[in-house]
């Protein structure tokens, strides 16, 4: 999980102006509007365009521009490092301050599973009956919605990336987190590239709803930025869905192309699969080194 959430933020410190520079413009242009505009003259755009005018020429156009160039950066490196939290909660466990979010989820995910058996049952019962099917089908979707297994952790995004490392350890006999250095580095180039693609869609995911809430916190002095504050709320979750979830498959899909790629280098002669007797002992040998001071 450590090497999930630690790959997730590689590459981005070197490209984080291409990535944040213009949402951080479009955030401190709103917020410089609230400020400019107020409560009480919410949309007035010609007060708007007139107090832009007057800062546009002379020296207040200087003094401006570079005022409005260190607020962008400063938001950029404040939303980086929030975003950063959201990605750290998806490596909390069911224990400490995520107990009571995981207790929700698995009483919502019990409820749900019991629906969903209910329905199963009542196809068992009548295999002809369409409507029964339809049921079903939606019951399961709800249940999968909220995980595919039972929870074990406070966020969605946090058991998803541990079910890979579950189902890859039943599968291989490979510890994930201590694979996956040794892995990175046999991976071929395409394979990287479309990795850290991802990765940064994942960070940026992890920043919507920073956004969202930054939105909102200006909206409560001017109501026009909760508009896009409750929309960014809204999709937040979606975009942390897709994101995660590709993330995840890639990750998965990895393991299963270039595993035994690993297991070459370490001198295991494969014939066939990489089978989870000889995953266990790399990852034995993976530990060991692991442990070493």
């Keep these: ?33 609230a400020v400019v505009l107020g409560p009480a003259h919410a949309l007035d755009f010609a007060l708007l365009r007139s107090r832009v005018t007057a800062v546009s020429t002379g020296p207040a156009l200087v003094w401006t521009a570079t005022g409005f160039l260190a607020a962008t950066a400063a938001v950029g490196l404040a939303v980086t490092a929030l975003g950063d939290v959201v990605t750290g909660s998806w490596g909390a466990t069911g224990t400490g301050i995520g107990r009571p979010f995981t207790a929700l989820r698995h009483r ?9 058996d ?19 089908r939606r019951a399961v ?7 595919e297994t039972e929870p074990n952790g406070p966020t969605w995004a946090g058991d998803q990336l541990r079910a890979v ?44 709803p920073v956004w969202g809430m930054a939105c909102l916190a200006v909206g409560a002095y001017w109501w026009p930025a909760l508009v ?6 809204s999709v937040s979750p979606r975009r ?17 192309m270039h595993g035994r790629d690993v297991a070459h280098q370490l001198g295991f002669e ?21 442990d070493c001071p």
Aim: net charge positive; hydrophobic share 50%.
């Design 1 to 33: 999980m450590n090497a999930f959430l630690t790959e997730l933020g590689r590459n981005l410190a070197g490209r984080w102006a291409a990535v944040l520079a213009l949402p951080a413009a479009v955030f401190v242009a709103l917020a410089a509007a």
């Design 108 to 116: 919502r995910w019990h409820r749900a599973a019991a629906r969903a």
């Design 118 to 136: 209910t329905a199963i049952r009542a196809v068992l019962a009548a295999p002809d009956d369409r409507r029964a099917r339809a049921t079903a």
């Design 141 to 147: 979707l709800r249940r999968d919605a909220i995980c």
């Design 165 to 208: 490392a579950d189902r890859v350890r039943r599968g291989t006999g490979l510890d994930l987190t201590t694979t996956w250095p040794r892995l990175w580095l046999v991976l071929p180039d395409a394979a990287r590239a479309e990795l850290t693609t991802v990765q940064e869609r994942c960070a940026s995911a992890a920043r919507t």
């Design 228 to 233: 896009p504050g409750l929309w960014l709320l």
């Design 240 to 256: 942390i869905r897709r994101s995660v979830g590709v993330y995840a498959d890639l990750v998965e899909a990895s393991v299963d």
């Design 270 to 290: 494969l014939t066939g699969r990489l089978t989870p007797e000889i995953g266990a002992q790399m990852t034995e040998a993976f530990q060991k080194r692991h």
